[in-house]
């Protein structure tokens, strides 16, 4: 049973440009949540989602940043016109939801860099 | 709101110490989960244990135990007879069911031969 996916592992931005990160959850898994570590800090919440359904979005920026999670294909957090504060490691976690204990399966983060 | 609390920013030791991080969380909450995760080295984060509100009972996995106590807010980790490959930032966090993970800021544990 594959684990949380994450693609790219690493991708590098120049300023303005966007960037796409990839997240597939746990077979069976219809929750997903993406949180953001900068550089030396602690995992921050970003947003929640179930199939088609943003179900929390308190921690994502008001602008440039979007995130979906569709009925069929990967999750994906959606960055507009990047800038230098947006380099940080970007972690997808899944959970199976219903009958669970919210214990969450992290992927293996992807890496983001803008030049 | 929740909050998690961890005071230690960086812990050192040498190998084969015993070592606690310390983990304090606040939730008005009666219903929660506490969580210790790994990051090492390598970036990736290890989920260690969970823990409902509704158990008290401490936890011992090999050279791993938790102690959760309600009555101080607090669930703490301690490693027996540490070792090299022990050396990571662990992190504490709570969660409501079916919520988002409150992380804390992390302690980094450093330890040498």
């Known amino acids: 049973n594959a684990g949380v996916m994450q693609n790219p592992r690493h991708l590098v931005r120049r300023r303005g440009q966007e960037a796409r990160l990839r997240c597939s959850p746990m077979k069976g898994h219809s929750h997903v949540y993406w949180y953001r570590q900068l550089p030396e800090e602690g995992l921050k919440f970003m947003v929640y989602l179930q199939k088609e359904n943003i179900i929390d979005e308190s921690g994502m920026p008001k602008e440039r940043f979007s995130a979906e999670f569709p009925k069929e294909g990967p999750s994906i957090l959606r960055i507009q016109q990047v800038v230098r504060g947006d380099s940080a490691a970007y972690f997808c976690?899944?959970?199976?939801?219903?009958?669970?204990?919210?214990?969450?399966?992290f992927g293996p983060g992807t890496r983001l860099t803008v030049l | 709101a929740q909050k998690v609390t961890q005071a230690q920013t960086e812990i050192s030791v040498v190998e084969k110490e015993d070592v606690t991080l310390d983990c304090v969380y606040e939730?008005?909450?009666?219903?929660?989960?506490l969580f210790w995760y790994k990051q090492p080295p390598s970036g990736e984060l290890v989920f260690l244990i969970r823990r409902n509100s509704f158990d008290e009972q401490n936890e011992i996995s090999g050279r791993y135990s938790w102690n959760f106590q309600k009555s101080t807010s607090s669930f703490n980790f301690t490693i027996t007879a540490s070792q090299v490959v022990d050396s990571a930032v662990y992190f504490c966090a709570l969660s409501m069911s079916f919520q988002k993970l409150v992380f804390g800021t992390g302690t980094r544990l450093l330890v040498s031969p």
């Open positions: 976690a899944s959970s199976p939801g219903q009958r669970s204990y919210n214990e969450q399966f």
């Open positions: 939730t008005r909450d009666t219903t929660y989960y």
